[in-house]
């Protein structure tokens, strides 16, 4: 019986590598721009032309000289590694040496560029092979201009297979937001059928780049956080004296008592560069945000982690987003007190935007926040709020040296007792027992799964041995175990306990009780919402105040004289 295993055409395996590779529009639009960066590019004008299957990337980059130009496009030719050792130093956003090479494959390519520091420009047109099937030289600014022509030519069942125009478009427009995201100083334009579609600014910083991205979202919306971190040296692998002696993290969260989603679609993960895939990690972000959202919303994050080469492996799978992260425990660890610091209210910037849309309708003033010489003062964190009066006997009014704030004394107190009974969280006996009264079994077996002791009592009577130790001292425990009885998991009934224990709104406060609730409000880990997600606070600045009175107008020229 004759073989039926035989080697495959190297034509045929060099199909199936660039398959890999480039597998869509927008994937080529990811190996060009990432090229781009790569190149130090500062600007990049991506042209496409969807019906001819036609990709153009340009941009302000080092460039390339001829003999660069005339491998660029060979199989595994890179500048970026050298040997097997190289792969744990990688700050490149590429490395394989195989897009450009499988471009050769699946389409038609031409390359033009001119390095910085040279007085002419070259263009290449490449075969399928990847070698240069036409060199001349040409007139072109210093950059690269990259152009793939009839993608999937000779390919057209793949073409058939790919989604619509419409959505390989989409596909495009996601790929360069997150690219962008993560190169915030870079200017993109984007055009479409020689018509410009959109552009993004360059921006100091990751959150003063996202509302261009998210418009949804105002930059008072966010909390912007950057920490160094002392470098882990992998111990099969000693840093060497070239290598990053400090991580970063950076993280702008969206806060939680002004922005969140419907979806967890804007929890996102980047890794020196590049968004990446980690579940492991988007966990350890959304239990972060645990009880400061509202039910069924998902908090607006992003992650971006700058780690020494040798704590990563990149080489996991060809679209390189999915990676080995060693010390993953660790990491985990840093975000989490990251995203615990950016989520408290800073003391020393207390001149934060105003809740805009909640302010604009108490004040008619809707107006997009100024920039005012105010620097204040640090002061000691448990005298930064001065309870000054209670209206409603609801909201405490309390003084800044920015403005002043409402704050919801009930959902205040309930946040911090919240916290409180998840860190203590206790039963404690009780004498007598507390009789309840027509329990279903499904309430029976709830109040056991969170720890209660209950038997039965008599007919249709159960005894609780045990309560919440927040409980103990209340008239209408009863009423509370009850409510208890009702479902959720030990989490929610933390939740339930904290709110029949907090005080009511409509109960009168002393400026001294005040002064207590806003003092242990301010130490909490996630200040701004109640664990049901509701904001706590209602920021008033002192510049909105400002103008809402017209004390900027000058004496005289604002009345005529």
Same mark, same amino acid.
């Given at each position: 019986?004759?073989?039926?295993?035989?080697?495959?055409?190297? $034509?045929?395996?060099?199909?199936?590598?660039?398959?890999?590779?480039?597998?869509?529009?927008?994937?080529?639009?990811?190996?060009?721009?990432?090229?781009?960066?790569?190149?130090?590019?500062?600007?990049?004008?991506?042209?496409?032309?969807?019906?001819?299957?036609?990709?153009?990337?340009?941009?302000?980059?080092?460039?390339?000289?001829?003999?660069?130009?005339?491998?660029?496009?060979?199989?595994?030719?890179?500048?970026?590694?050298?040997?097997?050792?190289?792969?744990?130093?990688?700050?490149?956003?590429?490395?394989?040496?195989?897009?450009?090479?499988?471009?050769?494959?699946?389409?038609? !390519?031409?390359?033009?560029?001119?390095?910085?520091?040279?007085?002419?420009?070259?263009?290449?047109?490449?075969?399928?092979?990847?070698?240069?099937?036409?060199?001349?030289?040409?007139?072109?600014?210093?950059?690269?201009?990259?152009?793939?022509?009839?993608?999937?030519?000779?390919?057209?069942?793949?073409?058939?297979?790919?989604?619509?125009?419409?959505?390989?478009?989409?596909?495009? /427009?996601?790929?360069?937001?997150?690219?962008?995201?993560?190169?915030?100083?870079?200017?993109?334009? !984007?055009?479409?059928?020689?018509?410009? #579609?959109?552009?993004?600014?360059?921006?100091?910083?990751?959150?003063?780049?996202?509302?261009?991205?998210?418009?949804?979202?105002?930059?008072?919306?966010? /909390?912007?956080?950057?920490?160094?971190?002392?470098?882990?040296?992998?111990? $099969?692998?000693?840093?060497?004296?070239?290598?990053?002696?400090?991580?970063?993290?950076?993280?702008?969260?969206?806060?939680?008592?002004?922005?969140?989603?419907?979806?967890?679609? #804007?929890?996102?993960?980047?890794?020196?560069?590049?968004?990446?895939?980690?579940? $492991?990690?988007?966990?350890?972000? !959304?239990?972060?945000?645990?009880?400061?959202?509202?039910? *069924?919303?998902?908090?607006?994050?992003?992650?971006?982690?700058?780690?020494?080469?040798?704590?990563?492996?990149?080489?996991?799978?060809?679209?390189?987003?999915?990676?080995?992260?060693?010390?993953?425990?660790?990491?985990?660890?840093?975000?989490?007190?990251?995203?615990?610091?950016?989520?408290?209210? *800073?003391?020393?910037?207390?001149?934060?935007?105003?809740?805009?849309?909640?302010?604009?309708?108490?004040?008619?003033?809707?107006?997009?926040?100024?920039?005012?010489?105010?620097?204040?003062?640090?002061?000691?964190?448990?005298?930064?709020?001065?309870?000054?009066?209670?209206?409603? +006997?609801?909201?405490?009014?309390?003084?800044?040296?920015?403005?002043? #704030?409402?704050?919801?004394?009930?959902?205040?107190?309930?946040?911090?007792?919240?916290?409180?009974?998840?860190?203590?969280?206790?039963?404690?006996?009780?004498?007598?027992?507390?009789? !309840?009264?027509?329990?279903?079994?499904?309430?029976?077996?709830?109040? /056991?799964?969170?720890?209660?002791?209950?038997?039965?009592?008599?007919?249709?009577?159960?005894?609780?041995?045990?309560?919440?130790?927040?409980?103990?001292?209340?008239?209408?425990?009863?009423?509370?175990?009850?409510?208890?009885?009702?479902?959720?998991?030990?989490?929610?009934?933390?939740?339930?306990?904290?709110?029949?224990?907090?005080?009511?709104?409509?109960?009168?406060?002393?400026?001294?009780?005040?002064?207590?609730?806003?003092?242990?409000?301010?130490?909490?880990? +996630?200040?701004?919402?109640?664990?049901?997600?509701?904001?706590?606070?209602?920021?008033?600045?002192?510049?909105?105040?400002?103008?809402?009175?017209?004390?900027? #107008?000058?004496?005289?020229?604002?009345?005529?004289?």
């Amino acid at each position: 019986m004759a073989s039926t295993i035989q080697a495959l055409p190297t $034509e045929v395996v060099y199909l199936i590598t660039a398959g890999e590779v480039i597998d869509s529009l927008a994937s080529v639009v990811r190996e060009l721009a990432e090229n781009s960066l790569d190149a130090g590019a500062t600007r990049i004008v991506i042209y496409l032309w969807p019906q001819q299957w036609r990709i153009r990337v340009a941009d302000n980059g080092y460039g390339m000289n001829l003999e660069d130009l005339q491998q660029a496009a060979t199989a595994h030719s890179t500048s970026k590694i050298r040997s097997s050792d190289d792969l744990w130093k990688i700050h490149s956003l590429g490395f394989r040496g195989e897009a450009l090479h499988s471009l050769t494959t699946l389409a038609e !390519l031409e390359i033009l560029s001119r390095p910085a520091d040279g007085n002419l420009g070259w263009r290449v047109v490449y075969g399928d092979d990847g070698k240069a099937l036409k060199v001349e030289a040409t007139a072109i600014a210093p950059g690269t201009v990259v152009t793939v022509s009839n993608l999937f030519g000779n390919c057209l069942s793949r073409r058939q297979g790919l989604p619509s125009a419409t959505q390989q478009i989409k596909a495009v /427009q996601a790929t360069i937001h997150q690219i962008a995201l993560c190169h915030p100083q870079v200017t993109w334009q !984007l055009w479409q059928n020689d018509r410009l #579609w959109f552009t993004i600014s360059p921006a100091a910083t990751t959150g003063q780049l996202l509302p261009q991205i998210l418009p949804q979202v105002r930059q008072g919306d966010l /909390q912007e956080l950057k920490l160094q971190l002392p470098h882990l040296a992998r111990a $099969e692998r000693p840093a060497t004296a070239n290598s990053t002696q400090h991580s970063a993290l950076n993280l702008v969260v969206g806060l939680p008592d002004r922005c969140h989603r419907h979806r967890p679609d #804007w929890i996102r993960i980047a890794i020196n560069g590049r968004m990446v895939k980690s579940p $492991e990690i988007e966990q350890t972000i !959304l239990s972060a945000f645990h009880r400061t959202l509202p039910r *069924d919303r998902y908090p607006i994050c992003l992650l971006h982690l700058e780690i020494s080469p040798d704590q990563i492996n990149w080489n996991r799978n060809p679209a390189k987003t999915e990676i080995y992260l060693n010390e993953l425990n660790y990491w985990q660890e840093q975000i989490t007190q990251a995203i615990d610091q950016a989520l408290r209210i *800073d003391t020393a910037h207390f001149k934060e935007a105003v809740h805009t849309t909640r302010v604009s309708k108490l004040l008619k003033a809707a107006e997009a926040k100024g920039g005012y010489n105010f620097h204040p003062k640090p002061e000691n964190t448990q005298h930064s709020l001065k309870a000054v009066a209670q209206v409603s +006997n609801t909201y405490i009014v309390a003084e800044h040296s920015g403005g002043m #704030w409402l704050v919801e004394q009930h959902i205040a107190h309930e946040r911090v007792l919240y916290e409180q009974i998840c860190d203590n969280w206790q039963l404690v006996p009780v004498e007598p027992s507390i009789i !309840l009264y027509q329990l279903s079994p499904a309430q029976v077996s709830q109040l /056991q799964r969170i720890g209660l002791e209950i038997e039965t009592f008599g007919e249709q009577l159960w005894a609780v041995r045990n309560i919440p130790a927040q409980l103990q001292q209340r008239e209408d425990c009863a009423e509370a175990i009850l409510e208890l009885s009702w479902g959720g998991d030990l989490q929610a009934a933390q939740v339930a306990v904290a709110c029949r224990s907090a005080i009511r709104n409509g109960t009168p406060l002393n400026l001294q009780e005040m002064q207590t609730l806003l003092d242990q409000w301010q130490r909490t880990r +996630n200040p701004r919402t109640c664990p049901h997600g509701r904001p706590i606070y209602l920021s008033l600045e002192e510049s909105s105040l400002a103008r809402f009175f017209r004390r900027h #107008w000058v004496i005289g020229k604002n009345h005529g004289i």
